[in-house]
């Protein structure tokens, strides 16, 4: 849905770069989420957010950092980008808002694919 | 926490026959459990989902259905159609919560051949 969207798309870059995925909701929805997906082992959770500064982690956060200082906007960091980052991130978000649909369905943004070379 | 089992992990039928796609969960405390279909290079996208106060649901030729006592929720597909070939996703969380995260399982790969 064009209400979540995802920047950018594709992204290459080296080992020990640091690189910032963004993701934008135009829902109002208070709670955002990123997940990253591999082979074998589906959507694992990397971070969460319940509200503006208010972030969690989720089950693999090690090398990520994450704000939230706008509700709309939940940006994901890889401080040191490794390998073994390479991967598929999407965000999602849920929530009361102007989506019209119910608090706790969440929607995916299209992802990002993420190459560490 | 929550462990979300799914099985198969690979599914082929011929166009026209029925598919079902079976999910575990682990956490008594679950109460919300949506399916996702993926195509590839796309985002997941919520087709069906259940909450536990309901036994199953249906929406046209897809069906979900709930056992809380066993801890098990299946995915239904009858006349399939190859248009729905992809990867589903059974997931699993606390909607008591608000923004509880979701738990997948690891996906299944529904191929249907015409």
């Known amino acids: 849905d064009a209400g979540i969207t995802q920047s950018p798309r594709y992204k290459i870059t080296e080992t020990g770069r640091q690189v910032t995925l963004m993701c934008h909701q135009t829902w109002s929805h208070s709670y955002m989420f990123w997940y990253r997906q591999d082979l074998g082992h589906g959507l694992r959770l990397i971070y969460y957010?319940?509200?503006?500064?208010?972030?969690d982690k989720g089950e693999v956060p090690d090398g990520y950092v994450v704000s939230r200082s706008k509700t709309e906007n939940f940006p994901l960091t890889l401080e040191s980008a490794t390998r073994s980052q390479t991967s598929v991130y999407f965000c999602a978000s849920s929530g009361l808002g102007t989506s019209g649909r119910a608090a706790y369905e969440q929607y995916f943004g299209p992802g990002t694919r993420l190459t560490v070379t | 926490g929550e462990n979300v089992e799914q099985h198969p992990s690979t599914l082929s039928v011929q166009e026209g026959d029925s598919a079902v796609i079976k999910c575990t969960y682990s956490?008594?405390?679950?109460?919300?459990f949506p399916w996702y279909k993926q195509e590839l290079g796309k985002r997941p996208q919520l087709i069906i989902d259940i909450r536990s106060n309901v036994g199953e649901k249906k929406d046209q030729r897809i069906a979900v259905t709930l056992n809380k006592t066993a801890k098990h929720f299946s995915l239904h597909i009858t006349e399939t159609q190859p248009e729905d070939s992809a990867v589903y996703f059974c997931?699993?969380?606390?909607?008591?919560?608000?923004?509880?995260?979701?738990?997948f399982g690891k996906g299944t790969t529904l191929s249907v051949s015409s």
């Open positions: 956490d008594s405390a679950s109460n919300y």
């Open positions: 997931a699993a969380s606390d909607s008591n919560q608000a923004g509880t995260a979701l738990i």
């Open positions: 957010s319940a509200a503006a500064d208010i972030t």
